[in-house]
């Protein structure tokens, strides 16, 4: 009992050495103002001494303020969850019925989640703190060629062969030999 407790504080304490050790980096380029005089207050107060941090890339750009601020990302994730519960039926209904409709509904269901999921492990593991700057930003770019490629290639698929239902019906019909 005591070794898990020992390994989890060991492991919190690499985590805020590693704090520590970008620190410096993460607050380089930053501006630092101080808040006004209050009146009713000493000037030894602690809230009259605390800097702010403001950053200008954040101030003038409204996304990125809209972030700052502990953004919204609700619409984006309710999307990725309807996506990805509708392909439990859009799938089977591609295969039982083919046609050219769900066969493009279906590429592109399956083109935004496989995206949604690359993107996200990106974002994860490539951060611009862990790999640099270009590596973060090359891999993102990198996943999106990636996705408007496969993209292009399954509604090129669909709309020159005989599209994505039918092909997995032909290899399910695959007979051993």
């Known amino acids: 009992m005591a070794l898990p407790l020992m390994l989890r504080s060991a492991q919190k304490a690499q985590g805020?050495?590693?704090i520590l050790r970008c620190s410096p980096v993460a607050f380089k380029n930053t501006n630092y103002v101080s808040?006004?005089?209050?009146?009713?207050?000493t000037?030894?107060?602690?809230?009259?001494?605390t800097p702010i941090l403001l950053q200008s890339k954040i101030l003038t750009n409204p996304v990125m303020r809209c972030m700052s601020e502990g953004?919204?990302?609700r619409m984006k994730w309710t999307i990725e969850r309807l996506i990805?519960?509708?392909l439990i039926g859009l799938l089977p209904l591609t295969i039982a019925t083919?046609?050219?409709?769900l066969d493009n509904v279906t590429a592109v269901a399956v083109t935004l989640h496989i995206h949604w999921g690359i993107e996200a492990m990106a974002e994860d593991y490539l951060r611009p703190i862990v790999v640099g700057n270009a590596i973060s930003k090359a891999a993102l770019i990198a996943v999106?060629?990636?996705s408007t490629v496969?993209?292009?290639g399954l509604l090129y698929f669909n709309y020159t062969d005989i599209g994505i239902g039918k092909v997995i019906r032909k290899f399910w019909a695959v007979q051993p030999c």
């Not at 808040?35 to 207050?41: A, D, E, I, S, V």
């Not at 000037?43 to 001494?49: D, I, Y």
């Not at 083919?98 to 409709?101: A, G, K, L």
């Open 16 to 18: 805020y050495s590693c």
């Open 35 to 41: 808040l006004p005089q209050l009146p009713n207050r």
């Open 43 to 49: 000037s030894s107060s602690l809230v009259q001494k």
């Open 71 to 73: 953004g919204d990302h």
């Open 84 to 86: 990805s519960v509708g």
């Open 98 to 101: 083919p046609n050219p409709i």
């Open 144 to 146: 999106y060629i990636v």
């Open 150 to 152: 496969t993209l292009g």
